[in-house]
């Protein structure tokens, strides 16, 4: 049993330059389509794996839950007709590759449109092969490289490697389990585990050289030993004391094509960002220093970052040591953020595990019949929302639309009105003025002109009136509203523009106390215009979650770097609507 918003815009990208210098390239067919970012991903896995004739079966269906791939179990046929499971590999039984042809075949049939980061699961067990046992070696080392030639010829991405020990006494990583450990010391057992590792990477680099050898955890199970200067006497106690020097073997031999993932384990029982940031931090840090100075450099370049999230501790009563409070919320929200967190700050993967309920249809005895959703209402969204918030908050505006439910919280966000009620009384628009509902604000070297554009809009907003917002000739300016809002309620954010002339347009969403002191500003979230050839308005869309401390959120309708009049921006059809 395994039991162990967006970020800031820390970095500006001057993207008004880089297309000068795409366009002047020859090159502007191609600039609406980059997207530099690293997608992130959930992988699903836990007691409910599927074989490959289960996962082929109900592909379909599995790929309706928020997941971007699956741990596979695979079993193979022996000659006598007995199973052989890949997962446990760790011992000097021989095996044949045609053994998993059949699995091979199934996996090969199926045509995933999300699940497409699958992983075959892989075992430290059972582990009851000495490190100097040569023969039981060379027959591991054949296992390793027929599941690599298994994992190429499905169509998977790689292998997960789970080097938890389920049989004891056996413990392949502990030194004092080891069956001559009377007879080598330590670091005797630490040079000849690397040589392991390094026999098993060339078989693995051969047969699949640009896989990722996902693991559940590999250094960040010994944050703490990788604090002292010699971590061995450290390590030489330790369940997985040699499970460095095997790592150090893999990096010896390691292509530059090959990813790995510590898959950090220890977040289990994570219930901060700054527990994952800690987390991540000595991963890539201090943890590197288990490493020989000679592989470092390729372990800072291949080893990425990941985190697992335990789902029963979501599920589980307070008593269990495997809980995750709620901190003043529900657990489902809890489980909305810290997904979240550990995606924006992982490489690519985040893990979900699950054991007392299922993803998959499954036979295995101890899994309840109910799927997570039944079991703990929400989670799904949740997982959702974390893995991509906006793609979420398209789909919920799309059914609250059709539903006739959208409510949105601006006033005049359509720019139809002439006069509103404003805390209790009336406010007509004046000529020259911006829309009613809305403030302006320049620079002060700024001179352009912020108003309401009768004649110009969209498409017919709420009230079926024509209009928009104009922004011609401002050097940094904005149109701007605020709303009430309450720290950890989440919104999206919709707008659209039009632009002639010279200028950038963006939305910005900023944060005020209720007491409408400005605050937060690191969390300030910006959305430019999302450029469709032929078409003469542009959108722009952002989800936000509101911030510790905040009582209020600013919708600002921003435009800088027009020159004169003739440089105009126009924005309509502002929505705000609270997300669930």
């Given amino acids: 049993m395994k039991t162990h918003f967006y970020s800031v815009f820390g970095r500006v990208v001057c993207w008004a330059a880089l297309a000068a210098a795409l366009i002047q390239a020859g090159w502007a067919a191609e600039v609406q389509r980059l997207d530099w970012r690293r997608p992130k991903k959930l992988?699903?896995?836990?007691?409910?794996?599927?074989?490959?004739?289960?996962?082929?079966?109900?592909?379909?269906?599995?790929?309706?839950?928020?997941?971007?791939?699956?741990?596979?179990?695979?079993?193979?046929?022996?000659?006598?007709?007995?199973?052989?499971?890949?997962?446990?590999?760790?011992?000097?039984?021989?095996?044949?590759?045609?053994?998993?042809?059949?699995?091979?075949?199934?996996?090969?049939?199926?045509?995933p449109e999300r699940l497409k980061d699958n992983f075959i699961l892989v075992g430290a067990n059972p582990g009851n092969v000495d490190w100097f046992d040569d023969a039981g070696w060379q027959a591991i080392v054949e296992h390793w490289r027929i599941a690599a030639w298994v994992a190429k010829q499905a169509g998977c991405r790689g292998l997960l490697f789970d080097p938890e020990p389920y049989t004891p006494p056996y413990a392949q990583f502990q030194y004092s389990q080891q069956a001559e450990s009377a007879k080598h010391s330590f670091d005797q057992y630490w040079a000849k585990a690397r040589q392991r590792g390094r026999q098993v990477m060339e078989v693995?680099?051969?047969?699949?050289?640009?896989?990722?050898?996902?693991?559940?955890?590999?250094?960040?199970?010994?944050?703490?030993?990788?604090?002292?200067?010699?971590?061995?006497?450290?390590?030489?106690?330790?369940?997985?004391?040699?499970?460095?020097?095997?790592?150090?073997?893999?990096?010896?031999?390691?292509?530059a094509s090959m990813t790995f993932v510590d898959g950090c384990e220890s977040a289990y029982r994570y219930n901060s960002r700054s527990e994952l940031l800690e987390a991540a931090v000595a991963i890539r840090g201090r943890c590197q220093e288990l490493i020989s100075p000679e592989n470092r450099a390729k372990y800072r370049a291949q080893v990425q970052v990941g985190f697992g999230i335990y789902l029963d501790a979501y599920w589980n009563p307070p008593s269990s040591p495997w809980y995750i409070d709620g901190l003043g919320g529900s657990r489902v929200d809890r489980l909305r953020a810290n997904v979240r967190d550990a995606l924006e700050i992982a490489d690519e993967y985040v893990w979900i595990y699950g054991e007392k309920f299922r993803w998959w249809p499954t036979p295995h005895p101890r899994v309840q019949a109910q799927t997570w959703p039944e079991a703990l209402p929400g989670c799904d969204a949740a997982l959702a929302f974390a893995r991509?918030?906006?793609?979420?908050?398209?789909?919920?505006?799309?059914?609250?639309?059709?539903?006739?439910?959208?409510?949105?919280?601006?006033?005049?966000?359509?720019?139809?009105?002439?006069?509103?009620?404003?805390?209790?009384?009336?406010?007509?628009?004046?000529?020259?003025?911006?829309?009613?509902?809305?403030?302006?604000?320049?620079?002060?070297?700024?001179?352009?002109?912020?108003?309401?554009?009768?004649?110009?809009?969209?498409?017919?907003?709420?009230?079926?009136?024509?209009?928009?917002?104009?922004?011609?000739?401002?050097?940094?300016?904005?149109?701007?509203?605020?709303?009430?809002?309450?720290?950890?309620?989440?919104?999206?954010?919709?707008?659209?523009?039009?632009?002639?002339?010279?200028?950038?347009?963006?939305?910005r969403i900023r944060w005020q106390t209720p007491e409408s002191r400005w605050t937060q500003e690191s969390h300030d979230v910006l959305a430019y215009p999302e450029d469709r050839p032929g078409a003469a308005w542009s959108e722009l869309f952002t989800v936000v979650e509101v911030p510790e401390g905040v009582g209020k959120l600013l919708v600002l309708l921003s435009a800088q770097g027009q020159k004169s009049v003739e440089d105009a921006a126009w924005f309509d059809d502002v929505l705000v609507v609270r997300l669930p």
């Fill in 43 to 111: 992988v699903a896995t836990g007691w409910d794996h599927p074989d490959a004739q289960r996962f082929r079966q109900h592909l379909a269906q599995m790929e309706r839950w928020p997941f971007d791939g699956a741990v596979l179990e695979l079993v193979g046929q022996r000659d006598d007709g007995k199973p052989c499971l890949m997962r446990a590999l760790f011992h000097a039984e021989p095996w044949k590759p045609q053994w998993f042809a059949s699995a091979v075949e199934q996996l090969r049939a199926c045509r």
């Fill in 204 to 255: 693995l680099a051969a047969e699949y050289p640009e896989m990722t050898l996902f693991c559940y955890f590999l250094l960040s199970v010994h944050m703490h030993a990788a604090a002292h200067g010699d971590p061995r006497p450290a390590l030489a106690g330790s369940g997985y004391g040699l499970l460095p020097a095997f790592l150090d073997g893999w990096l010896d031999a390691a292509p």
């Fill in 388 to 507: 991509d918030p906006i793609c979420f908050a398209r789909r919920e505006l799309s059914r609250l639309q059709s539903a006739g439910q959208i409510a949105n919280l601006l006033q005049n966000g359509d720019f139809g009105a002439e006069k509103l009620t404003l805390e209790g009384r009336q406010v007509v628009w004046q000529e020259g003025r911006p829309p009613v509902g809305w403030s302006a604000w320049q620079a002060e070297d700024s001179k352009g002109v912020i108003v309401w554009d009768r004649q110009t809009e969209a498409g017919k907003g709420e009230s079926g009136s024509a209009g928009s917002a104009k922004l011609a000739g401002v050097a940094n300016g904005c149109l701007l509203q605020a709303i009430p809002v309450q720290p950890g309620q989440r919104y999206a954010v919709q707008a659209r523009c039009r632009r002639t002339g010279q200028g950038q347009v963006h939305l």
